[in-house]
């Protein structure tokens, strides 16, 4: 049962534009969301993240939106450069009965972002 | 730079010899986790601790597995009687008990095991 979902597995971008990660989880009680960035043979780097009472967290170039009701969030990246090149991956944690904050992970998305 | 570290960075080893890892967490971090990362998906959770208590322990976490924080501080995961499903990169990562809402960690370069 996958409870945080990256549909999309890789997505390429034009250096300078947008690029817009998605998640959809499916856990009512999730409460606190994260993305972080891997490189290969590295762990993944924190981001940004949202609690749940935010809609919106911004960062230099990096926002990340939080829609409760549809059980999605997403995160833009602007201008992209390409140095962004890396896996994204969607987190999400909340109060889990085991007093644990364990993060859910998404599978990732292969963000590529062409010079 | 005081992130994260875990030593050694890769493994490889025959099936049924142990293996041992060691995680070294942010100094003030009372909070480590270990997950496991295959090829093609996420981090997926394999235990947490509270300063030296083992709070909870994943279904993902065999017999063959075991963590241990004796002070606190770092942390080891022993793995026995290897097999080639344990191949994978074994993540470390710390926080610190700020708040119960937000609790962000951080990640370790991860131990990458080879099980031949």
């Known amino acids: 049962d996958q409870q945080v979902k990256q549909n999309s597995p890789s997505l390429s971008v034009q250096e300078g534009r947008i690029s817009i990660l998605n998640c959809d989880y499916t856990n009512s009680m999730f409460d606190y969301f994260l993305w972080y960035k891997k490189y290969p043979a590295e762990g993944p780097t924190f981001l940004i993240s949202?609690?749940?009472?935010?809609d919106k967290n911004e960062d230099g170039r990096f926002t990340v939106f939080l829609n409760k009701s549809a059980k999605h969030l997403s995160l833009h990246i602007v201008p992209s450069q390409p140095g962004d090149s890396a896996v994204y991956f969607c987190a999400a944690s909340g109060a889990f009965t085991s007093g644990t904050y364990k993060y859910i992970f998404g599978t990732g998305t292969r963000l590529k972002v062409l010079a | 730079d005081t992130g994260v570290s875990q030593n050694p960075r890769h493994k490889i080893t025959k099936r049924g010899q142990n293996v041992t890892f060691r995680c070294d967490p942010i100094s003030e971090h009372n909070r480590l986790y270990w997950y496991r990362q295959t090829l093609g998906q996420g981090p997926e959770f394999l235990t947490y601790f509270q300063n030296e208590a083992q709070l909870e322990k994943s279904r993902l976490l065999s017999d063959r597995f075991s963590a241990e924080r004796p002070k606190g501080s770092f942390s080891t995961l022993e793995i026995q009687r290897t097999e080639q499903g344990d191949s994978a990169m074994y993540l470390c990562?710390?926080?610190?008990?700020?708040?119960?809402?937000?609790?962000?960690?951080?990640f370790g370069p991860g131990t990458r095991l080879t099980v031949l």
């Open positions: 990562a710390s926080s610190l008990d700020r708040s119960i809402i937000s609790d962000t960690q951080y």
């Open positions: 949202i609690s749940s009472i935010k």
